[in-house]
C-alpha cells in the first residue's frame, strides 16, 4: 500500500509553525496581562483637593483688566475636571504700591477693573491675590516686558479653484510672515499674532429676501518662540490659512464669504510665564498620540494653577493690495 501522506512544502510548514507561535504568544500575554488587571475600591484611593485655577496676562495696551478664576479637582485617570466658575472670590492687583480689586461681572464670567485705576508700565512687577470664602488663597508675580518693534510684515494669497457637487469654488489661502530683531545680550520671549477681519453675507432673520452684511474675526497664532540660538539676530514667524467661504453665524443663518476687509500683525514680547505657559498649553493640544506621556500645563500660580503673565505688543496694519 501506498504512503498517502502528501509532502508539506518548507514555506508552508515554516508559515504555519510561525502562526501557532504567534497564537501560543498572544494567549500567553493575553493571560499575563489579564493576570494583571486589579480592582480597587475607590474608598481606599487618596483623596484629592480642590485647587483654585487662576488666568490672567497683562499688558500695557490693556483697556481692561481681567481675570479667569475657577477650580478643579483632579481625580485618579483623568487629568482634572474643571467645575463651575469661582463667582465669590476676594481677587486683587498690586504692583506694590497701589492694590485694586477685580470686581466679578456675570455677563461676562470674569473680574475686571480699568487700567486706570492701575496703570501696567513696562519693567514693572505685579502680583495677583485670590481668596476665597472657604479659606482658600493663590497668588503670583509677574515683570511687565519691553515691546519690540516689527521689522517687517508680508501677507500673500494664492487662490484656487475646486470642485464641489459639480460646482466651482474659489478659495483664498493667506500665509503671514512677521520679521523683527531680536534683543540682543537677554533671554527673550515672543508670539505672534494675526488678526483678519473678514466681511460675510448673512441672510437677514427678519425677511429672508434680503441680505445683510457682517463682520466675522479669525485669529491666526503664529505660535511662541525663544531667541534660542538667535541672540541679536533677525527673526521671523510664519504661517498659513485659508478661511471658510460659507460659516454659520450668531444667527444660526449661512454666511458666505465677500470679501478680506483688514489684516492687523502682532507682535508680543512676552515673560516667561506667558511663553511657558501657551507653549505647554500648544503641546497638550497637539499631542495626539495616546502612547506619548501627557504634557503638564504649566504654571506659576502658588498654591493652585494656571497662569499670571505679562507681554508687550506691537500692532501693524497691513495694506491691501
Not at 54 to 69: E, G, M, R
Not at 279 to 294: C, G, H, I, M, V
Request: glycine share 6%; hydrophobic share 35%; with cysteine.
Amino acid at each position: 500500500m501506498k504512503n498517502l501522506r502528501k509532502h508539506i512544502p518548507l514555506w508552508q510548514a515554516f508559515y504555519h509553525s510561525s502562526l501557532i507561535i504567534l497564537l501560543i504568544i498572544s494567549q500567553l500575554t493575553f493571560f499575563s496581562c489579564k493576570s494583571l488587571v486589579k480592582e480597587i475600591d475607590p474608598s481606599i484611593l487618596p483623596e484629592t483637593d480642590s485647587k483654585l485655577v487662576v488666568a490672567c496676562f497683562i499688558a500695557p495696551q490693556d483697556t481692561v483688566l481681567s481675570a479667569k478664576i475657577t477650580e478643579t479637582k483632579v481625580l485618579i485617570g483623568t487629568i482634572g475636571d474643571i467645575r463651575d466658575d469661582i463667582t465669590n472670590a476676594t481677587v486683587s492687583l498690586s504692583d506694590g504700591t497701589t492694590t485694586i480689586s477685580l470686581v466679578y461681572n456675570k455677563a461676562q464670567g470674569y473680574y475686571r477693573a480699568l487700567p486706570s485705576k492701575l496703570p501696567i508700565l513696562t519693567g514693572k512687577t505685579y502680583s495677583i491675590v485670590v481668596s476665597t470664602p472657604d479659606g482658600r488663597k493663590v497668588s503670583a508675580s509677574t515683570t511687565v516686558p519691553s515691546d519690540v518693534a516689527i521689522r517687517e510684515v508680508k501677507v500673500d494669497s494664492l487662490k484656487s479653484v475646486d470642485s464641489q457637487r459639480g460646482n466651482s469654488v474659489t478659495n483664498t489661502e493667506y500665509t503671514v510672515k512677521l520679521i523683527w530683531q531680536d534683543v540682543v545680550g537677554m533671554k527673550n520671549y515672543y508670539r505672534g499674532l494675526g488678526l483678519f477681519d473678514f466681511i460675510y453675507q448673512i441672510p437677514d432673520p427678519k425677511n429672508n429676501k434680503n441680505t445683510i452684511f457682517s463682520s466675522f474675526s479669525t485669529i491666526l497664532d503664529l505660535r511662541t518662540i525663544d531667541d534660542k540660538d538667535t541672540d541679536g539676530q533677525l527673526i521671523s514667524l510664519s504661517r498659513s490659512f485659508q478661511p471658510l467661504n460659507n460659516q454659520g453665524s450668531s444667527t444660526g443663518q449661512n454666511a458666505k464669504l465677500i470679501r478680506l476687509k483688514t489684516i492687523q500683525v502682532g507682535l508680543f514680547q512676552t515673560d516667561t510665564h506667558y511663553y511657558n505657559y501657551h507653549t505647554s498649553l500648544r503641546k497638550q493640544r497637539e499631542n495626539n498620540n495616546p502612547f506619548a506621556e501627557p504634557v503638564l500645563l504649566y504654571t506659576n500660580v502658588n498654591g493652585g494653577f494656571g497662569c499670571f503673565g505679562s507681554y508687550n505688543a506691537t500692532w501693524q496694519d497691513v495694506k491691501l493690495k
